[in-house]
């Protein structure tokens, strides 16, 4: 008997002409009980385990990181392995057979682009760094995932899906841009000292021994100093705490005037700053008092000018080995300076008055 005759499809025709080509490769390449089916899992399966493999090396290779171009590389290696694994697995999906099961598959992988787009909101990142790094990669393959293989789209228009996608990443960005906000105000909340401005002693320390052990790796000179400011307990009783309060953040905005890019400034404690001085020898840091003398620590409400006792260290010069033994060593030095009738500084136990 003769059949009906089915209407003429390209699509179809192209299908059909993909599954008959996957049958012929299967009958050939594995036993006759295994189906196309079967087969389409065995690739994927070890496609994921590729993936996998490849995840574990990239989480192995993190400890060694020591540059942010390195970070850079690995958190593009982050995205760009699951696009790897959806651009085979939609090859492998391409020649897959139009039942049900099939259809299900592959609009389930179909989705796999919007969560992968989805995790760029976990990483704090400014908006160059989402785009160029993950961002446009992630288009530019889902675009030829969407021309290379289009029965992937399962029920959806490749435009649809790119027009999903986009929409899906400028959220995900926003979501990273606000996240490295957020992070940044946070950092700097708590990592300055709200009165002052200047870093707060237990992030200080943190930078001062990087400065420290930078400066024993290179035999480079590294001075710090201690500058104490003088009768902040008289100000605070005769003018109120108000008076006092802003005592201390006038001497911390001279010292901020005053310090070079590469030096820090902090409170380290409530009436006491630390200055540290990279590539500074004893010399050169008499010549920065000289000019934060000059330039002042500005004034109290009733018109007499803030005075503070100084006493520095130079690891080197003082033959020091360690950042404690320096630290002690300048405060020791300000405690002399105390002694010797305040405004004026120490350096290799040697009192100077603060004149310029």
């Known amino acids: 008997e003769s059949q009906p005759s089915l209407p003429y499809c390209d699509t179809c025709f192209i299908v059909n002409e993909d599954a008959a080509l996957l049958n012929r490769h299967v009958t050939h390449m594995t036993p006759p009980h295994f189906s196309a089916a079967v087969y389409i899992w065995q690739q994927l399966a070890f496609n994921r385990a590729l993936t996998s493999l490849f995840f574990i090396l990239l989480a192995l290779s993190c400890s060694r990181v020591s540059s942010i171009y390195e970070v850079y590389c690995r958190l593009f290696l982050l995205f760009a392995i699951p696009i790897e694994f959806l651009l085979n697995a939609n090859h492998i999906l391409s020649l897959a057979h139009n039942d049900v099961g099939d259809l299900i598959l592959t609009s389930s992988y179909s989705y796999s682009p919007f969560v992968i787009a989805s995790g760029i909101s976990l990483f704090p990142l400014t908006i160059l760094e989402s785009l160029v790094l993950l961002g446009l990669p992630m288009m530019l393959a889902m675009s030829v995932s969407v021309i290379a293989f289009p029965t ?47 870093f707060r002693r237990h992030v200080g320390a943190a930078i001062l021994d990087q400065q420290f052990q930078a400066a024993i790796r290179q035999k480079s000179a590294f001075t ?55 590539n500074t020898d004893i010399l050169q840091a008499e010549e920065f008092i000289l000019r934060l003398i000059a330039e002042g620590l500005g004034v109290c409400p009733d018109g007499m000018r803030v005075t503070a006792s100084i006493g520095g260290a130079e690891y080197r010069q003082d033959n020091v080995k360690d950042l404690d033994a320096l630290t002690n060593l300048a405060d020791k030095r300000v405690y002399m300076a105390k002694q010797a009738g305040r405004d004026c500084h120490v350096l290799q136990d040697k009192i100077e008055e603060n004149r310029n």
């Open 152 to 198: 992937m789209l399962a029920l959806n228009s490749g435009l649809s899906i790119i027009w999903v996608l986009s929409l899906i990443l400028s959220v995900s960005i926003l979501s990273a841009v606000s996240q490295l906000g957020f992070m940044l105000k946070l950092f700097e909340d708590t990592a300055h000292d709200s009165l002052t401005g200047l």
């Open 224 to 278: 710090i100093l201690f500058v104490d400011i003088d009768a902040l307990k008289k100000i605070n009783d005769q003018f109120g705490h108000d008076g006092g309060d802003r005592a201390l953040k006038d001497a911390a905005d001279r010292l901020k005037k005053t310090i070079r890019r590469q030096d820090i400034a902090i409170r380290w404690g409530g009436d006491e700053f630390l200055i540290a001085l990279p």
